[in-house]
Structure formats: structure tokens, C-alpha cells
């Protein structure tokens, strides 16, 4: 069954500790995005990746890096340097289909805590 | 940027309408509407774009009015399987933009 990936559901970190999110597709989408989630705010773009080896910062950027070397992996990571990363982070793909954003795939998300 | 959603909540009693709706300060290309339940992923209802469409699939239809930078989602007949956070994803340029969410509307049906 074609679908994303994500590992792990459930994540606890110390703080000053960088951490990484896993992110897999077998849907052979192109356009890839990270999303974080809290309660009453919406998704909120962290980044995004249309195609491989090239991507860019969303709206709430700072504090994460990404990676995109394989069409089918983009992985996140939450370094230390994100103030607030207690969050729940919704990876998702889509087709690159003619001038609009296609249907969003979400994987089932990762739950970071920080203690 | 981020589109205004409302109402942030609503209670319905099974067999009731519902109208959601996602407002924009920037003129739309595209709307995505998402459907979350708790502790799952969101899932895709339908997207709408630039020309004033109307969808829908079942008993779950949306509208698009360019000229009011907004977009409806009308939920007839509701089944407690509605329940759950509806998002609106828009979209404001051409060229596959990366979609903006609103704050979503919980929406919970009752017995």
C-alpha cells in the first residue's frame, strides 16, 4: 500500500538535545512538507521541498534544518535551537501537478515532547 | 495570510446542517478542505479553485466565491463520523505553492 511514513509516533528529548523526525514516501510524489501543529493554531509550515536536493523555509522556520538527497525521504530535525519544540509535526506529499498544489497525503505525525 | 475560519466550534445533533466557512485577506487560486480526527493524520475532502466552483461528494459540499475571497463547506444530513477538526487550506498564486491553514472548526456531532 502506497503512503507516508513517519517514525517515531511518540518522541521525549531533553533539552539543549537535537532530534530527528523520519519521513518516507512510496506514493513517488514530488513535493514534500513539514508541518507543526498546536493546539488551536493550525498546521503551520516549517518547510518544504518541491524537488530533490532543493527546498525552503516555511513560515516558521528557525530552529529546524531538512534534508531531501532521495525523492522518497525528508527527514526533519528539531534542533536545539527551537525555542518552544514541543509539538506535534505532520510530514505530507503531493503530486507537482499543473499550476496547483495537489491533494495532500499526511502521514499519521510525530509527537515531540521536551523535558 | 492565514485564512480566517468560523465558527471555531460547533455542536449538532445528528441529521442537522452545518456551514463552515474560510475567509481570505488575499484573493484565492485554490482551496483545499481537510477533515482531522483526534490523534490521526488529515485527511483530503476536496479541492475548489479559482472560477467559483461548487464540490461535493456524499452529503459534504463546498463553494468558492472568488469576488468574496472565500470558501463554504456545507455539511448536510450530519453523521456522527463528521465529528472531527475541518481545516481550509489556501492557496493564493499559481505554481504549487505550499498551502496555508486556517485554525480549523471542531465540529461535534451528537446523539
Known amino acids: 500500500d502506497g503512503g507516508i511514513t513517519q517514525s517515531p509516533k511518540y518522541l521525549f528529548r531533553k533539552e539543549g538535545q537535537n532530534v530527528t523526525l523520519s519521513c518516507e514516501q512510496n506514493?513517488?510524489?514530488?513535493?514534500m512538507y513539514w508541518y507543526r501543529q498546536d493546539p488551536g493554531q493550525g498546521l503551520r509550515l516549517i518547510y518544504y521541498?518541491?524537488?530533490?536536493?532543493?527546498?525552503q523555509k516555511g513560515d516558521i522556520a528557525e530552529g529546524y534544518s531538512v534534508s531531501r538527497e532521495k525523492k522518497e525521504s525528508f527527514p526533519l530535525t528539531v534542533t536545539s535551537a527551537q525555542k518552544n519544540p514541543t509539538a506535534f509535526y505532520l510530514c505530507?506529499?503531493?503530486?507537482?501537478?499543473?499550476?496547483?498544489?495537489?491533494?495532500?497525503?499526511f502521514g499519521e505525525g510525530s509527537r515531540l515532547t521536551v523535558l | 495570510q492565514q485564512p480566517v475560519q468560523s465558527p471555531q466550534a460547533v455542536i449538532l445533533r445528528e441529521g442537522e446542517d452545518a456551514v463552515i466557512n474560510c475567509s481570505s485577506s488575499?484573493?484565492?487560486?485554490?482551496v483545499h478542505w481537510y477533515r482531522q480526527k483526534h490523534g490521526e493524520a488529515p485527511v483530503f475532502l476536496m479541492i475548489?479553485?479559482?472560477?467559483?466552483e461548487q464540490k461535493g461528494h456524499d452529503k459534504i459540499s463546498a463553494s468558492f466565491n472568488e469576488k468574496k475571497q472565500q470558501s463554504s463547506l456545507y455539511l448536510t444530513a450530519s453523521q456522527l463520523s463528521y465529528s472531527g477538526t475541518y481545516f481550509c487550506?489556501?492557496?493564493?498564486?499559481?505554481?504549487?505553492?505550499?498551502?496555508?491553514f486556517g485554525k480549523g472548526t471542531r465540529l461535534s456531532v451528537i446523539a
Open positions: 505530507a506529499s503531493s503530486m507537482v501537478q499543473g499550476v496547483h498544489t495537489g491533494e495532500l497525503f
Open positions: 521541498s518541491q524537488i530533490v536536493n532543493d527546498f
Open positions: 488575499k484573493a484565492l487560486y485554490s
Open positions: 506514493l513517488n510524489h514530488d513535493a
Open positions: 487550506g489556501t492557496e493564493i498564486t499559481a505554481g504549487n505553492t505550499p498551502l496555508v
Open positions: 475548489l479553485l479559482k472560477g467559483g
